[in-house]
């Protein structure tokens, strides 16, 4: 009698054995389908029509009994994220000590940028678009092209300049250094340069003004210039919480991502409170939009039917109970966001009451505790400035043209600046028209994101209210753009669903293919401009700021200081103790009667016995030719006339500036 020895089965055995097979249907035979690997690659290891196994067609493997080689794992290829981000990275570093940002035209950054540094972009943009065919396997590769992508827009003046960038940003440094040297806030004093406001919203200058201890650097200026890659970074996870919040798609996720980066040119993310409090409030924001659905309200969105291929179901309903503890949790940030800047709490309040408008969403615990936060604040810290803003509302509302302007009164002038100017209303057409296109071709994705929806538009009824000194404009661009760019990727990544094929499925297939990286390559191609091109105006030479802080370290406590604008180097050093006068901020008609005689102009002016010096510098040339504050060759006759005066001594020269001290007696 023969014992009968089971043999184990491949199919029931526990033990990793490769597939070596090669019979139908079987992946690598003759006619069989290619099995996509465990992360995602069509084709499998070696790609479609290639097996990369010993056991592959026209060779025998083990199996068969034939070539008794032992049997070797293939080696998977370097990944195509991986080749592309390494490449973008050596073009971009090798670049970068290339860019002439010492030597700027009339054209800032853009014809400063070596090639190189054009065509790391270009390799990364590449890269991303084809990392989203994986973007449902493996996230983390157009993620780090969205993280490359805003090193290599923005790093470049964090890494390169000795001077920090954009001339304004240096009154927030000296705001911290006051505030560590007086130890103080006083939101009651009266402060020339409006400075007296940053006390009464000192959220942002205490935080640095840690930091700077924390740290044990000389000021803040030492890391300024990186605050838009540290922002930008720690916005991106909060970006894709809102996204997923409606959309289940990563691709359409993470393209969402890239386009804000690219349009988020308007240069908000600078060291300033804007920056710290717009992150705040999308942290508010994202949590209001997942965890405060009310029960019930959802409807037909719980239905994947009814919905988008690519929509995400309503997030699970939450109780009056959960919604009271998220308020209790959310109180703090929205009162960090009221004590860091002055705009971003009425920015949030509205958004908040736009989203009490749906019936998913209409808590109205929420909406009293953030407003009767800010009304706090205004009219406690914030008062004094509060009743100066409602003076002013009532001569601008209801004034949309004179609200939406850029700027002070003047207009764009030199090339550079220009096309600044005509990138900018391209790259915001662009973004409304690709946003508007997914709303109205993709309704039911605009139905189930109806609430970024609204808190897109939200904004933009405040340009009916007031100018907020020329920058309405920018600020409601920067809060509707989160939403605008769900909506414009929505209008560039198809969504793709089940298994029925149809024509017009192929051709908005195909049509994606092409469409989407020419559109990113044409924002990418409108960001430069927009954030470069007046580059000359943000760059300052140290000897300039040397300069400006030799003069305002001399002049005696209780000076005015004279310039033509506030966008120089130091402009507001010591500034609570010294006074300032910005006399070029004014249409341009009225700096036209000015240059007629710009010494008997100033000398008006100033207060009987004051002491006074006026700070010419290069910056400021820049800044008022290019924004339009003085006509062609304006600030040179303004710097000879003065420096021929009799009513002014020239305390020092250089032909990067000059100080001039009033003399009254010799006139």
Known sequence: MHQHVPVPSTESSELPTPDLSTGPG???????????????DPGGLDGPGGSGRSGGPGGPGPATGGDRRPWRIPRRPPDAGLLTLLLAAGLWVYALPRIGFREMGDYGLLDRLPVAYYLSLLVLTAGFVLSLRRAGTAPWWPAAHCAALLLALKAPPAVLYDAVRYPWASKHDAIVNTLLANGELRPGAALSGNMSAYDQWPGFFTLDAGLVRAFGVESAAVYANWAPIVFGLLMMPVLVLIYRTFCEDWRLIWTAVWIFQLANWVGQDYFAPQALAFLLHLTVLAVVLRHFVRPGSAGRLRDRTFLDPVAAPVPPPTGS??????????????????????????????????LSLTRRYRNYGLLVVAALLMLTWDLTMGRPLLVETLATIRKSIGELTENSRAGYAGQLTGPGPELAGTANVAM?????????????????????????????????????????????????YLFALPGAAFFAAAALVPAVAGTHRSR?????????????????????????????????MFYTPPDETALVTRALDNAPDGSLILATSGSFPQALHRYDRLEHWFFAEQALPENEKMLKDPAGYLADGIPPGAKAYVVLTRTQDVYTAGEGLLPPGGFETLRSKLS???????????????????RPATR
């Open 26 to 40: 079987s992946p690598g035979a003759p006619g069989a389908p290619d099995a996509p690997s465990s992360k995602g």
């Open 321 to 354: 109970r959960q919604r009271a503890v998220c308020v209790v949790i959310l109180a703090p940030l929205i009162a960090a966001v009221n004590a860091t800047h002055q705009l971003t709490p009425v920015m949030l309040t509205i958004c908040l009451v736009a």
């Open 428 to 476: 915001v057409l662009a973004v409304a028209v690709l946003a508007g296109t997914a709303v109205v071709l993709r309704r039911r994705l605009t139905r189930s994101a109806l609430p970024l929806l609204l808190v897109s538009v939200a904004p933009v009824p405040l340009f009916a209210v007031n100018d907020y000194g020329g920058e309405m404009l920018f600020r409601v």
């Open 504 to 536: 017009a499925r192929a051709l908005r297939r195909k049509t994606a293919a092409f469409a989407l990286p020419a559109v990113l390559l044409v924002l990418l191609a409108g960001f430069l401009p927009s954030y470069y091109g007046k580059e000359k």
């Open 644 to 662: 021929a005066s009799p009513l002014f001594r020239t305390v020092e020269s250089h032909p990067y500036g000059v100080v001039l001290e009033y």
